[in-house]
């Protein structure tokens, strides 16, 4: 009797144990077959559209953190568990790159980016121009915060440069992020706003594009972070966003691609 209940007892372990690896294996399976990608808030619309894309092609997971560049490249800077960073302007790219924070071959500017003035379609003003801001009906003006969002800095680069800046700028509200901007405007927080291209949505907010030659360009800049586990991965993400699937997609949502990756 005893030899049959220590057989049993022998299985029952033996099964447990074999349960245990074949989940901590699948865990792990799981885990080398995630990738974390820290982005910009003016691509949440693409990158939206391109990550089931990337994972059905890849078979990998691929999660987004969308936000402010200057803030996602600070959270890099202390440890936050990024393995891709997408930024809305090559300098702070540049400035992990010099740190060590990220591969330096890995670097790569996937596309350029656009700036209009948008307001509801209901509004009883018109807002097309820089000079239409000066509109006294016009109360308040979102804008991304300039001090860390390449979109709020490139808005107030076209402000200067049209001459309107002094005169808009106690009328300004700054949001965390460009995607923060745009909810200003829809829900009607504010009266106009600068906002990205590629988040404009017809039919949502007028819009109305600023010629480019008004701020430095916004050339948005990708890299591998070093500290990631997925290196191959990453960078097999980046191939994909500068590649035949993700080119169309960007310039979809109003992205100038560069010509070396046409």
């Known amino acids: 009797m005893k030899s049959i209940q220590f057989y049993l007892f022998f299985l029952m372990s033996t099964l447990i144990l074999l349960s245990l690896s074949a989940c901590g294996n699948n865990g792990q399976a799981e885990s080398e077959n995630e990738l974390l990608v820290a982005a910009a808030s003016d691509l949440t619309v693409a990158f939206t559209e391109i990550g089931p894309l990337f994972e059905e092609e ?11 560049t200057g803030q996602l490249a600070d959270q890099i800077e202390n440890g936050a568990p ?40 209901s509004s ?13 009906d016009i109360k308040k003006i979102a ?19 049209a001459g309107v800046w002094d005169e808009v700028k106690e009328k300004l509200v ?29 039919g949502d907010v007028g819009f109305n594009i600023i010629k480019d030659e008004l701020h430095e360009p916004l050339e948005q800049s990708i890299a591998v972070v070093k500290r990631t586990s997925q290196e191959e991965l990453s960078r097999d993400f980046i191939n994909f966003l500068t590649g035949p699937i993700g080119k169309p997609i960007m310039e979809s949502y109003g992205f100038i691609v560069p010509k070396e990756h046409e």
């Not at 009883?124 to 006294?136: G, K």
């Not at 804008?143 to 440069?161: E, F, M, R, T, V």
């Not at 460009?178 to 706003?193: F, M």
């Open 174 to 202: 700054f949001g965390r992020n460009i995607s923060d901007t745009l909810s200003y405007i829809k829900t009607g927080n504010v009266e106009a706003g600068i906002i990205a291209l590629s988040l404009y949505e017809e």
């Open 82 to 121: 990024f393995d891709v960073f997408a930024a809305a302007n090559r300098s702070f790219v540049d400035n992990l790159r010099e740190k060590k924070f990220v591969f330096a071959d890995s670097q790569t500017t996937y596309a350029f980016g656009r700036i209009g003035i948008a307001a509801l379609p």
């Open 58 to 68: 890849s078979g990998a997971r691929i999660t987004f953190s969308f936000g402010s």
């Open 143 to 161: 804008i991304a915060n300039p001090d860390h969002a390449p979109y709020g800095l490139a808005a107030k680069q076209a402000l200067q440069s």
């Open 124 to 136: 009883s003003y018109t807002v097309e121009t820089m000079d239409d801001l000066l509109n006294p």
